[in-house]
């Protein structure tokens, strides 16, 4: 199973993206974490990608495509996999079908998370992650145990600033491939506001599982 999850920042992705991944068997692969790893390790990539993060910027098509690539060979991935935060521009979308039709693969379909941005930049603000165990919180709607609260981080785009600017950049770069894969069937709409078992349970009726 190849499925898309896309979504404004703040969307629930990631948090869906960890939920659905169990039960399907297949690898979560999030253009974000990889380059968070980048960052992190200090790698020529992740220095390159630091700044346009920093900003809320998307990051050069090219970087992303030669990691999805990388990514997609792996073996894991074989099997399907579940990709977030991937394609976000129309060429990526362009360059994700060139790679499957060379393995003769398909995608089956695109959950389009829909949050109204008035809603984006609270999830934002108060989003912590545990370092350790990859687990997303929110500080008001979904509260971290106490035990974990010293070791949890603020990532360093998730300020007020930067998410407006990752909202422009949503709208402007990403929202077009909506149109792009809703001309191949392949968009399921899902509306992300409400408790996340909910979405979660709307996600897995829109995909039939
Ligand atoms: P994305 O990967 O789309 O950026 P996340 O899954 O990281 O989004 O969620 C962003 C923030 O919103 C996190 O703090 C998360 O705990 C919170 N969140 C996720 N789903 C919901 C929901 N259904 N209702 C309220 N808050 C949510
Ligand atoms: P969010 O949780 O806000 O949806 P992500 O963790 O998916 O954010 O991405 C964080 C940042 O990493 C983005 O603002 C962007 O700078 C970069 N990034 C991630 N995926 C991509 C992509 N497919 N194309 C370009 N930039 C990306």
New binding site residues.
């Given amino acids: 199973m190849r499925i898309i999850l896309i979504g404004?920042?703040?969307?629930g992705?990631?948090t869906q993206a960890k939920r659905l991944v169990d039960g399907f068997g297949i690898p979560h692969v999030?253009?974000?974490?990889m380059?968070?790893a980048a960052v992190k390790a200090g790698t020529a990539m992740g220095r390159l990608?630091d700044e346009?993060?920093r900003a809320?910027?998307?990051?050069?098509?090219d970087i992303?495509v030669g990691i999805v690539r990388d990514r997609l060979k792996e073996p894991d991935a074989q099997a399907g996999v579940l990709l977030?935060?991937?394609?976000?521009?129309v060429p990526?979308a362009e360059a994700l079908d060139v790679m499957l039709e060379a393995e003769d693969l398909a995608l089956d379909a695109v959950v389009l998370m829909e949050v109204p941005d008035d809603l984006i930049v609270e999830r934002?603000v108060g989003r912590r992650s545990d370092p350790e165990t990859g687990a997303i919180y929110h500080l008001v709607f979904d509260p971290p145990p106490p035990e974990v609260a010293d070791r949890l981080v603020h990532r360093a785009?998730d300020t007020e600033e930067a998410?407006r600017s990752?909202l422009a950049?949503y709208h402007a770069q990403t929202a077009p491939i909506v149109p792009f894969y809703e001309a191949k069937g392949l968009v399921k709409r899902v509306d992300g506001v409400g408790a996340p078992d909910e979405v979660t349970a709307r996600v897995r009726a829109a995909l039939g599982r």
């Fill in positions: 404004p920042p703040g969307a992705k990631g999030s253009t974000g974490d380059l968070r990608a346009a993060m809320g910027k998307l990051v050069s098509d992303i977030d935060g991937f394609p976000r521009t990526q934002i785009d998410v990752r950049a």
